[in-house]
């Protein structure tokens, strides 16, 4: 199983799992996919656009059960991310956590990524 992650608002995740999909917030409809990121990169892609955000959930994606097109593409430092061209299935999300922020340092604890 390949899993792939992406970084979401409590309320982006509940509002999903009520329509059964996840289309995306504003920047992901802008770029035209939905951003994901692989363990490597997650923390970092939390630290650019999430740092200090409270309220963040971190979903485990497995790519086998995606139906849109998901394709690996260059971006920040040249390193290739997931970008999921079109919506992601609630039943696609093999795990949930929570994402809090340590207060010490003001970054995003992770769990442990495979």
């Not at 509940?14 to 994901?36: K, M, V």
């Not at 690996?72 to 999300?93: C, I, Q, T």
Request: aromatic share 8%.
């Amino acid at each position: 199983m390949t899993i792939i992650y992406r970084i979401i608002r409590r309320a982006d995740w509940a509002a999903a799992q009520a329509a059964g999909a996840f289309t995306g917030t504003a920047h992901d409809i802008r770029d035209g996919f939905i951003h994901f990121s692989t363990a490597a990169q997650a923390a970092e892609t939390a630290a650019k656009h999430y740092a200090g955000l409270r309220d963040l959930l971190l979903l485990h994606v497995d790519t086998a059960a995606l139906q849109a097109p998901l394709k690996w593409e260059k971006s920040r430092n040249d390193d290739l991310f997931p970008h999921l061209y079109g919506s992601l299935p609630v039943g696609a999300v093999h795990r949930v956590d929570d994402l809090p922020l340590d207060e010490a340092s003001g970054r995003h604890v992770f769990p442990e990524l495979t």
